[in-house]
Structure formats: C-alpha cells, structure tokens
C-alpha cells in the first residue's frame, strides 16, 4: 500500500533534504527512522526538496509498504525515532496513482525576515535579517513584475537541474507583524534558489539601493549577473505543496500560524 506523511523540520544543522553520504539530511533522517519503525528499508519521494538551512513545514513524501498499520501508528511510532526537530505531523493511506511530486499543482514558501538594528538571537537560523528598514511598497510594487509565467534565469542558480527556467509564479503576498516581515510566495514549481534570489532583489529595493522597476529589468535580462546576491537560507520555509482536494490531503500544518 502507498503511505504519505506530512514532515515538519528545522533546516538548522542538516545539509537539506536530499539523501547525502554523510547521512546529514532530512531524507535520510526520516527514512532511518521508517525503516526501523518498519523493521524492513524504506524509500520516500518528496514534494519539493529544501536546501541547507531551509525549514520546512509541511514537506509531503509518500513510501509503499506491504505493512497495515494504523495511520496514527506511522505518526508515532515513527517519531519516536527521529530526531526533536523533526516530526511527522500526518500520516495517511493514498492510491497507487498518487504521486507526492508529480501530483502536485503548486508549491509554497514563506520567508521571515527580521527588521531590526539588533540580529537576531533565539531565533537565530529562523529568520533572515536586515538592519536597514524597508519600504514594503515598493517592494510589494516591485513584486507585481515577477507574477505570471516567465523566464526567471536570472533568478536561477548555475546548479539548477530544472529541464525549464519558464515557471508561473501565482502569488507573492508581502506583510508585516511588529518587527517581522512575511513573504509567501506560491508558483507551479520553483528553480534553485528562486526565491532566495528574487528575495535578494525586493530586499535591494526595499533599502532604496534600487528602484521598484529594477525587478522587471532583472527579469527581462534573463542574465544571474543581473540580479542581487542570493539571500540567507535561516527564514525559509516551505509550507508544502497545493494538491486537487480529491486526494483529501491536509491544506496546510499547524505550524503554519506559529510563523510572524
């Protein structure tokens, strides 16, 4: 039978998702503590693989075992081998055809991004941080540009192994709670490093060291050159991935709300 789990983690001390030699990731993490709940191997697929440092809050992967249990059971006793920053959330039975990549029709991300003239500190790995202030219009100005299908090689990264650079980003909403800035962002799929980079710009823009149009010079150059440094990995998360409500996933974890 086909199982999908919903995965939270803190990306601090991990070398991302993807399985790895050194056994340091999130997948390889999980999987150990599968196979021993499952006293056999166990091999997940993900939704949306994270880099270094990037949190995630609802990570969907989905294994096939010949093993009945409970849905509850695949929570907690999985769990109960992982380590404390990363926990299953859901467990649940899914048909063969589903397929936690390929089924999915959109992704998201948040990034939070801490304003203030102090850096952070227990938060510190949970939060990107700028000790200039923003100016969320323009950024929210300069964002418009990027909505929509486009070519977005210039927010690429060079080891990026999409077989397209031609993404739709659907939505990037810009908000702010006390000294904490919020930016979710929802596109079909994103590139290497997407998101880091686009950030890398609106946080150019919001400092005043460019103007709002920039972004859609950035963009239309199709050009890594032409964009700002990649931003901090510490306050990305990905929220997970957007499914037909057919398949009856959850929407969305928990710890969603706890983000500012």
Request: proline fraction near 7%.
């Amino acid at each position: 039978m086909r199982i999908a789990l919903g995965v939270s983690y803190s990306g601090q001390g991990y070398q991302g998702w993807q399985s790895q030699a050194s056994g340091n990731t999130i997948q390889d993490k999980l999987e150990a503590a599968l196979s021993r709940f499952a006293a056999q191997p166990v091999s997940t697929l993900c939704a949306g693989r994270t880099d270094a440092g990037v949190h995630g809050l609802m990570q969907v992967v989905h294994f096939d075992t010949p093993l009945r249990r409970q849905a509850s059971s695949w929570v907690r006793g999985t769990n109960t081998f992982l380590p404390p920053d990363i926990a299953v959330q859901w467990a649940q039975p899914v048909p063969d055809a589903f397929h936690s990549r390929a089924c999915a029709i959109a992704r998201r991300y948040a990034y939070v991004l801490l304003d203030s003239a102090v850096r952070p500190s227990v938060e510190a790995g949970r939060t990107g941080w700028v000790f200039r202030a923003l100016d969320g219009d323009a950024m929210r100005t300069a964002a418009a540009a990027l909505i929509g299908e486009h070519d977005f090689t210039s927010f690429r990264a060079s080891s990026c192994q999409s077989h397209t650079p031609v993404k739709t980003l659907n939505r990037i909403a810009i908000t702010r709670r006390g000294p904490y800035w919020r930016f979710e962002f929802e596109a079909n799929a994103f590139l290497h490093h997407m998101i880091r980079n686009i950030m890398g710009c609106l946080v150019a823009i919001g400092q005043g060291a460019q103007p709002p149009q920039w972004m859609g010079q950035v963009l239309a150059a199709r050009d890594r050159d032409a964009a700002a440094p990649t931003f901090s990995p510490d306050g990305l998360y990905f929220l997970g991935p957007v499914y037909d409500p057919s398949w009856g996933l959850p929407s969305q974890a928990a710890a969603y709300d706890w983000l500012p």
